[in-house]
């Protein structure tokens, strides 16, 4: 292992950092310049994000100048130890500025700092990993900096901050494709051209140009600027992170709605497949493709046994209490008031159906937007849709979860060996598309999916040590290793992730890490043999 390699790329995505908080920087100094004569929280934010450029400056280059000379023996491991290392230290640095508006906001002695830290932590990692858990209770009071920052996070993490790092410099060191492979969601990541970097800078065009498109039709759907550009990183990256409190559901808008589900899927895809068919017109691409083929089936089933289940069913009767565990319960008035608006929101055929399409998708997607509280959805709506979080969306898009390939790869295995049992003999070849896959590569999916199921039980079993409630310590545990947000009940779509005691905060953090780099590249570094020379 050689180390100073990985502390060498990890100075330079520290030094990627430092020019990025420029922006969030720049807000802040607005803030302060439209608040003059008195001490706005703008001025906090300011000095935050000043320190935080500073010290990601400082750190980021002393790592540079002190291990440049070893910056050319990266390998494979080498790789999965920067991608792992740098996710969890750009996390702690861009945690400085909550931490730094927590403590202004009345968190002291060493308790108080420690919940901040924890907090900060939390809300910075859900961000990089395009979780969307959020510990705040009200979001819109937070200052235009720090919620950029907040939204800026989603679409760093979506893509990659190695990635964007490999898109930047010539050169990252040998270890390069491991790096791009530890990040990059799915199976397998392929290469567009022979050179790393500029597959990497192709990925991340894309993505700034649907991210553009979007904030431009977000404007023409009543967003203000602000808005129309945080919600256009939150969607993009599937991340979910919105700029009120109500999230997508406070403008309360059907094309609105219509526009981000789109662009939800969009980001579902895989980025090749935008690649090839925006810039070569390639739309066989789209014909050919079965895991496409495959996610949009599945959207659209759920999207139907959503629908029909809310209008047959529909929602529970009025004045009947909250069948869901609620850290706050609310009072009998509003609850009732609330339930009130969640069912004239799917009271006709075309309400069931618009709502029933935003959240499968939000979900599958692991975006994690809400236009509503579907944890009054019928108890098998409320199920389909936790399935659905494990479920994913396609390899090489910025959703989390297993992903669909690994889903149809696993269901094919399966299926395969129930022949077998009756015909022992049989030899036949999985194939995705007439293409016979590599018995290795069914292994490595097989495994995944074995690692993720166990990891997500031994997980769950951990938080019931700190929630009282089985359905909220599952489905948390759900929503933040396959990185959606939302769950059911305590965490649900109107509830939050602030009352976690902090042992079960830190314990989701390692959830979002886990699935965001998608469990191997985070356990093989854990392994103390993979750190011997």
């Known amino acids: 292992m050689n180390r100073g390699a990985v502390l060498w790329a990890i100075g330079r995505l520290l030094q990627v950092m430092a020019v990025v908080l420029l922006v969030p920087l720049g807000l802040a100094v607005g803030e302060d310049i439209a608040l003059p004569g008195r001490e706005p929280l ?3 934010m300011s000095r935050a994000f000043a320190a935080t450029v500073l010290v990601a400056l400082a ?15 990266q390998g494979v491991r080498e790789g999965f130890a920067i991608v792992t290392l740098s996710w969890v230290l750009l996390t702690v640095v861009g945690a400085i500025p909550f931490v730094a508006w927590f403590v202004s906001q009345g968190s002291s002695g060493a308790l108080g700092v420690l919940g901040a830290v924890t907090d900060a932590c939390f809300e910075v990692m859900s961000g990089f990993t395009t979780t969307g858990a959020t510990i705040l209770t009200d979001v819109e009071a937070l200052p235009h900096s720090l919620l950029f920052w907040r939204a800026l996070t989603h679409w760093l993490g979506g893509m990659g901050i190695v990635t964007l790092a490999l898109a930047i410099f010539p050169a990252m060191g040998v270890g390069g494709y491991q790096m ?17 970097r500029e597959t990497a800078a192709i990925l991340w065009g894309v993505y700034a140009l649907l991210t553009g498109a979007l904030t431009g ?29 109500a999230s997508i559901g406070a403008w309360d808008s059907a ?44 959207v659209t089933a759920a999207v139907l046994a959503c629908a029909v289940l809310l209008l047959v069913y529909g929602l529970p009767a009025p004045g009947s209490p909250p069948a869901s565990y609620q850290a706050t319960p609310a009072a009998e008035g509003a609850f009732a008031a609330h339930l009130a608006r969640e069912t004239a929101k799917v009271d006709d ?65 399966s299926w395969r060996e129930l022949k077998k049992v009756v015909r022992p003999r049989l030899v036949t070849p999985l194939k995705v598309r007439r293409a016979p896959l590599q018995e290795p590569m069914v292994a490595n999916i097989v495994a995944f999916f074995v690692l993720f199921v166990g990891l997500f039980v031994v997980c769950s079993l951990a938080m019931t040590l700190f929630v009282p409630d089985l359905v ?39 959830c979002m890490l886990l699935g965001r780099l998608e469990i191997y590249t985070v356990l093989v570094v854990l392994r103390p043999a993979f750190w011997r020379r």
């Open 217 to 245: 039709l977000l404007m023409l759907c009543g967003m203000n600027l602000f808005d129309a550009v945080c919600h256009a990183f939150a969607t993009m990256a599937t991340g979910g992170f919105s700029t009120r409190n």
């Open 59 to 73: 750190l980021g280059t002393g790592l540079d100048l002190a291990h440049r000379r070893s910056r050319f023996g």
């Open 180 to 196: 791009f492979r530890g990040e990059v969601p799915g199976p397998s990541a392929d290469r567009l051209r022979p050179r790393l």
């Open 349 to 413: 055929p075309l309400g069931a159906l618009r709502h029933a399409a935003f959240q499968v998708v939000s979900i599958i997607t692991t975006t994690g937007f809400c236009t509503a509280d579907f944890d009054l959805w019928p108890r098998a709506a409320g199920l389909l849709l936790l399935v659905l979080m494990f479920w994913g969306g396609c390899a090489g898009s910025t959703a989390g979860g297993i992903k669909a390939i690994r889903v149809l790869v696993t269901l094919k295995a």
């Open 42 to 44: 703008g001025s906090v």
């Open 255 to 298: 094309w609105l709605d219509a526009v981000v589900t789109v662009f939800m899927f969009l980001a579902g895809m895989n980025f090749l497949l935008h690649y090839r068919v925006l810039f070569h017109r390639d739309w066989r691409a789209l014909r050919e493709n079965r895991e496409f083929h495959f996610f949009a089936g599945t």
């Open 472 to 510: 909220t310590a599952v489905s948390s545990v759900t929503a933040c290793i396959a990185n959606v947000g939302p769950g059911l009940a305590g965490v649900g779509a109107t509830q939050h992730y602030g009352w976690i005691p902090l042992p079960g905060k830190w314990i989701l953090v390692v």
